[in-house]
């Protein structure tokens, strides 16, 4: 607060001053703090291993158990569906009981704010959505453009880019309408209610407290190292640290990493509902 001393002159004609205060102009847009509980980093670890392990299990154990209690040539891909599906589901269950235990509720405020699941917002301004929308389009291109970079060999039978090329693949989802309904659910709890939720949603916003400004880092880091049951692909996702995780911490918005991967399952939801038609 200031004080200005302005002269007045009385009826008489003798001066006077007068003291007046004036408060300093405020900023247009003060940051919020961080209001939701922080992690320590033993827990944000146990978070991430409660989603990693149990993923690289079923993967590596409970797919090759179940493929034998399928027939035919398609009893593996059958079985590594299923199994990643319930894992991808374990995640979005994970993500309920650990907000439930949090906030005391699952109600969608809540869930909204718990989980950053609204529009980004300007670090500067504050405003939320419009235009900011805009600033996936080249997340989007990086994504892609990161697929077109070398990758560590896969095993063919765990490619889902080779099985859909080949013919095996074809003549199993021609006109195979429930196991399409099944992949398409994998695909919602990967990159909707699974791992972005999880890892953008519920960690990010609660990794401050322990790993400070390098938070986003951090993040990527464990988002990367989570691809246990598909550890040729840990290259590749470690680089989204700086396309998904650090946007995602810049404008407080887990919606950004959720529609930047989710055009990814739309583009291969589309190959193979082409398939399916056929």
């Known amino acids: 607060m200031t004080e200005t001393t302005r002269p007045t ?3 008489r004609g003798e001066t006077m001053s007068t003291t007046t205060s004036t408060k300093p102009a405020r900023p247009a847009f003060a940051a919020e703090p961080d209001e939701l509980p922080q992690y320590s980093r033993g827990r944000v670890l146990k978070v991430w291993a409660a989603a990693a392990l149990p993923m690289a299990a079923l993967a590596w154990v409970g797919a090759p158990l179940l493929a034998r209690a399928f027939d035919g040539p398609s009893a593996w ?7 990643l599906t319930a894992g991808l589901v374990w995640q979005f269950v994970l993500v309920l009981l650990l907000v439930h235990r949090e906030q005391g509720s699952l109600r969608w405020p809540v869930m909204k704010e718990a989980l950053w699941l609204r529009a980004p917002r300007s670090p500067r301004t504050g405003r939320r959505g419009g235009r900011l929308w805009l600033l996936v389009i080249p997340l989007i291109l990086a994504v892609a453009a990161k697929e077109e970079l070398p990758k560590l060999p896969a095993p063919v039978n765990r490619d889902l880019g080779l099985y859909l090329q080949s013919g095996a693949g074809q ?3 021609a006109g195979n309408w429930p196991w399409f309904a099944l992949i398409f659910i994998m695909m919602i709890f990967n990159t909707v209610l699974g ?3 999880l890892f953008r949603g519920l960690l990010l916003p609660r990794m401050r407290g322990a790993f400070g400004r390098w938070d986003w880092v951090a993040n990527g880091v464990l988002h990367g ?3 246990l049951h598909v550890p040729w692909s840990i290259p590749a996702n470690l ?5 998904v995780a650090y946007p995602s911490r810049r404008y407080r918005s887990a919606l950004i990493g959720i529609v930047v991967h989710s055009v990814q399952t739309v ?3 589309a190959v193979i509902l082409a398939l399916v038609l056929r």
Not at 77 to 83: G, K, L, N
Not at 239 to 243: A, E, S
């Open 77 to 83: 891909p059958r079985a590594i569906v299923v199994s």
């Open 239 to 243: 680089l989204d640290t700086f396309i």
């Open 225 to 227: 190292f989570y691809h």
């Open 171 to 173: 003549e199993f989802f």
């Open 195 to 197: 791992e972005e939720l």
């Open 267 to 269: 583009v291969l939801g």
């Open 9 to 11: 002159v009385t009826s």
